[in-house]
């Protein structure tokens, strides 16, 4: 009869096998226990719990994956593989990965919904906030803090926003149902700007439920615009990932409620201010422009015609000197009545077109008259000059005689000299008497 | 062009405004628009006087309005 005996490092070597291929990639839960570091700077501990006891190893290396203090007491999940160590022939856990249990498995499980939820696209989809919400719905405790803290801003910036309280309980066993039914009656509301989901600042265990799928969907589901509000400006919860927009904390979500519409009021103002202005300087311009227009006095009927005009111009300015802006505005179909007046008769048009055409004959007239007398000038001068050349004495000075008869009436033709008649003969310097014999 | 919400209030003021502004505007023009923008100008501040920060506790949802009643919970 042969039996097989195994060597010490043949029968480890087996058990090595067979349970590092089985126990690869596990998570286990236990309570920290014989911390302690090696010289080497690796850490050992001991898992426990009441019945059993795991070795643990992390070496240096993973340490970083560790993200808070390790202390022996504390209860952790632990990833890792079991691996065996033939010389001292003692098997243990290596670990790649420790969190504090109970949340470790949270948190494992929430970035899974993350991923999924992301997947989907609630992520993703962010509807426009309103600007100026009237009406909003907040989803809270109505004995916690938030509902105080965004009750407080609102009282205090007098923003005019009417707030609906949901009442919820936000934590214990009843807490997610309560939640849930809150988004589905909110949907059966027909009007409201915006519905903000609000939990004061708590303990990570306190926020939980805003993590939880059913909720964060379901409030992905609001048909209105969502604000998630949620704990500190610290905490990320899956509401606050499908929420269109999250606020830091309550009294946060407060201030964007109210803060565009605090700003709008000035804005309002402001352009109440401007379009004041702007009108009362149109109207100066109009009335100057009127005045000047009737110092023309293009006749004594249009400048009391404009007269009337300049009383109403000075009407309406007064009106809204004495800023009853908004009478002008409401009541304004009396003083429509003068400007429909002052426009279907449009003095000013009228009068620019009178004086255009007034200017236009004007110059017209100058320049026909200039025109007129240059010519007379110019004609002038040719007369003068003609007439001077045309002087008989002139002619005389060159040698040239004239003839005239006795009475002085000048000889142009001989027929018109008579035999035995008297000629005078006039030279420049005198005249001679003569008879004519044949 | 009728004005039905503020966002579009809003956009009509910032024209007129504008227009305003400018030099080569006829008196008729500017009367016009002045009265207009002061209409937009009421619009708007009534819209946002609208609400006037009441804090009520809703009681109950019914036919799609809301049911409340009065916060209770002082606040100082």
């Known amino acids: 009869m042969s039996v097989k005996i195994y060597s010490v490092t043949q029968i480890t070597k087996l058990i090595k096998d067979i349970l590092e291929a089985n126990f690869y990639g ?17 850490l050992y501990f001991s898992l426990v719990d009441e019945r059993a006891s795991l070795g643990v190893i992390v070496y240096k290396n993973r340490l970083k994956n560790i993200r808070f203090e390790l202390k022996n007491g504390m209860k952790v999940v632990i990833f890792g593989s079991l691996s065996l160590y033939l010389k001292g022939g003692e098997y243990r856990i290596v670990a790649e990965h420790i969190r504090l249990s109970g949340a470790g498995k949270k948190f494992y499980d929430l970035e899974k919904l993350k991923q999924e939820f992301k997947q989907k696209g609630y992520f993703d989809r962010k509807r426009a906030v309103p600007p100026y919400p009237q009406k909003v719905v907040v989803v809270t405790s109505p004995t916690g803090a938030a509902v105080q803290d965004i009750i407080n801003i609102i009282k205090r910036r ?4 009417d707030i609906y309280i949901y009442p919820v309980s936000v934590q214990g066993e009843t807490a997610k149902e309560s939640i849930l039914k809150a988004f589905r009656e909110i949907n059966e509301i027909d009007k409201t700007d915006l519905v903000v989901l609000a939990r004061g600042g708590g303990s990570n265990e306190d926020l ?16 209105f615009p969502t604000i998630s509000a949620i704990g500190h400006e610290t905490d990320f919860t899956l509401c606050d990932f499908v929420a269109d927009l999250r606020a830091e904390t309550p009294s946060a979500a407060a201030e964007l409620i109210t803060k565009s519409k605090v700003e709008m009021l000035e804005n309002i103002k402001k352009f109440k201010r401007i379009l004041g202005l702007n009108m009362q300087r149109i109207l100066n311009t109009s009335k100057r422009q009127l005045t000047l227009y009737s110092k023309m006095r293009f006749s004594l009927r249009i400048d009391g015609f404009i007269g009337n005009r300049i ?41 620019k077109t009178i004086k255009h055409k007034t200017e236009l004959f004007q110059y017209k007239i100058e320049g026909k008259i200039k025109a007129i007398l240059e010519n007379g000038k110019k004609s002038l001068n040719i007369y003068s000059y003609k007439l001077t050349s045309l002087n008989p004495e002139n002619i005389l000075k060159r040698g040239y005689t004239m003839t005239t008869d006795i009475q002085g009436k000048p000889l142009k033709s001989v027929n018109e000299a008579k035999k035995n008649s008297y000629i005078i003969t006039r030279f420049f310097d005198g005249s001679i008497k003569s008879t004519l014999k044949k | 062009m009728k004005i039905k919400t503020f966002e579009e209030a809003l956009a009509r003021l910032e024209v007129i405004s504008k227009r305003l502004e400018q030099e080569d505007i006829m008196l008729d023009e500017a009367v016009n628009l002045y009265e207009e923008g002061m209409k937009l100008v009421n619009f708007c501040s009534k819209k946002l006087e609208e609400a006037e920060n009441r804090v009520r506790l809703i009681t109950g949802i019914k036919n799609g309005d809301i049911e409340s009643e009065e916060f209770e919970r002082d606040v100082e």
Do not use: C, M
């Open chain 1, 311 to 351: 009383l109403y111009l000075d009407n309406l300015e007064q009106k809204i000197n004495s800023s009853v802006l908004n009478k002008i505005a409401s009541k304004n179909s009396q003083i429509q009545k003068h400007f429909n007046i002052i426009i279907r008769n449009s003095p000013s048009t009228k009068l």
């Open chain 1, 26 to 42: 596990i998570w286990v839960e236990g309570e920290v226990s014989s911390l302690r570091y090696s010289s080497t700077g690796h």
């Open chain 1, 208 to 223: 939980w439920i805003f993590n939880d799928p059913d909720i964060a969907k379901g409030f992905f589901d609001v048909k």
């Open chain 1, 158 to 161: 007098g923003a005019g926003v």
